[in-house]
């Protein structure tokens, strides 16, 4: 089972609004990560979370709020966006294998978020 | 800063054709190559490749790396049309941590007419 759930599917927010996107995986993965992929775009990475603790942040706005309450489960905390942060937002999971070794990234089926 | 450049961008076939797509990297400390498809939703996992040489295959699909001349190369024999969609080369590099995410190139955008 390579199963990432995200919800919600869909999401429509003013600019004013706070809302979350959730992601969960019960792979025993312990690194979780946040992608947002435009239209016609590749899928560009902006937080990882290693052992929950988060490892990355791609210089990404603090309008996004990742947050990894355990191995399980990856929110991310939505406040103030713009329309241009309309797009998909993607959840993966992967196991963590030593340096010299990949790591195979199962991605969820993402989240639809525009922002009106 | 890492950099994957994916040829062609598009690419229309007739079913039953044999297609190749490329993917050409710069990055640091290499950790593994990545193939996604991808139709009108999340990326679907295909290969990951980490030994230079060695040809990962399933069913109608092949990939080789290439790490000396930093290439992979994605093969698919008697195409049939549900294998239109967006093929996605990734590269994860390595930051020094566990998991490093991926840097994805811009797709192959393949179609497959019957």
């Known amino acids: 089972d390579t199963e990432v759930t995200q919800t919600p599917k869909h999401l429509v927010m003013g600019m004013t609004n706070k809302k979350s996107l959730k992601c969960e995986q019960h792979m025993g993965h312990r690194a979780m990560y946040w992608y947002k992929q435009k239209a016609k775009k590749p899928p560009e990475l902006m937080f990882v979370?290693?052992?929950?603790?988060?490892?990355i942040n791609e210089s990404v706005p603090s309008r996004f709020s990742p947050e990894c309450p355990n191995s399980s489960l990856l929110n991310l905390h939505l406040h103030a966006l713009q329309p241009e942060d309309s797009a998909l937002y993607l959840c993966a999971s992967s196991l963590i294998r030593a340096i010299h070794s990949g790591n195979t990234i199962y991605f969820g089926e993402g989240s639809w978020l525009t922002v009106v | 800063e890492d950099k994957v450049v994916q040829s062609p961008l598009s690419l229309v076939v007739h079913e039953g054709d044999t297609v190749t797509l490329n993917c050409s990297y710069e990055v640091t400390n290499f950790r593994s190559l990545l193939w996604y498809k991808q139709e009108k939703k999340a990326p679907t996992f295909l290969f990951m490749l980490?030994?230079?040489?060695i040809e990962k295959k399933s069913g109608r699909l092949s990939s080789i790396l290439d790490k000396k001349e930093l290439f992979s190369i994605l093969n698919i024999t008697a195409t049939q049309t549900g294998d239109s969609a967006v093929y996605l080369c990734a590269v994860e590099g390595g930051r020094g941590g566990g998991a490093d995410g991926l840097t994805f190139g811009k797709g192959t955008h393949l179609i497959i007419q019957p």
């Open positions: 979370y290693s052992y929950e603790k988060l490892s």
């Open positions: 980490t030994s230079s040489g």
